[in-house]
C-alpha cells in the first residue's frame, strides 16, 4: 500500500472513532471510563472537540432508537445501550433481542449509529459469555 493509501486508511480510522464517541457522548451509551479516555487522549484534542459538536442526524438516529422497544416491553434499544456490558446482557437475556438485532430492514434505519448500536450489544452478550465459561475454558486449554 502507498503511503498515500496508509494516509488515507488512519484518517478513516480516526474519523470513524470520532464517530463513535460522537454516538456514545451524544446517547449517552456506556463505555469503559479507561478505554475511553485513552482513545480521546490518542486523537487529540482537535478531534475531541469535534466529539462534543452535535451531529442532527446522529441525534435523530438516537431519539429513534429511544423509541424503537423490544417486543411489548419499556426498554428501548438505546436503554440497553447506556447500561454496563453486565446489566446489558442481563437485560437482554430478558429480552427477545434477536428480534431486533437480526431485522436487517429495522436496523437500516441506523445508518450513522447501527454499528455503535451492535457493538453494544454484542459486546454485552460476548463479555458476560466469555465471563461465565472463562474457568472452563482455562482448565480445558490451560
Request: hydrophobic content about 35%; overall charge positive.
Given at each position: ?28 451509551i ?24 452535535s ?17 411489548n ?29 437480526y ?40
Amino acid at each position: 500500500m502507498s503511503n498515500e493509501g496508509q494516509q488515507d486508511r488512519k484518517n478513516s480510522v480516526h474519523q470513524a472513532l470520532i464517530n463513535h464517541l460522537k454516538i456514545v457522548h451524544s446517547g449517552q451509551i456506556w463505555m469503559n471510563a479507561i478505554t475511553k479516555t485513552w482513545m480521546m487522549k490518542e486523537l487529540g484534542e482537535e478531534s475531541v472537540r469535534e466529539i462534543y459538536r452535535s451531529d442532527p442526524e446522529i441525534l435523530r438516529e438516537i431519539a429513534l432508537a429511544r423509541r424503537t422497544r423490544f417486543g411489548n416491553t419499556a426498554v428501548s434499544l438505546l436503554d440497553v445501550c447506556t447500561y454496563p456490558t453486565n446489566k446489558a446482557y442481563r437485560q437482554l437475556q430478558l429480552l427477545n433481542w434477536e428480534s431486533i438485532v437480526y431485522n436487517a430492514e429495522r436496523f437500516g434505519q441506523f445508518i450513522r449509529i447501527g454499528p455503535t448500536i451492535k457493538g453494544c450489544l454484542t459486546s454485552a452478550l460476548v463479555r458476560q459469555f466469555f465471563d461465565e465459561n472463562r474457568a472452563k475454558y482455562l482448565k480445558e486449554y490451560f
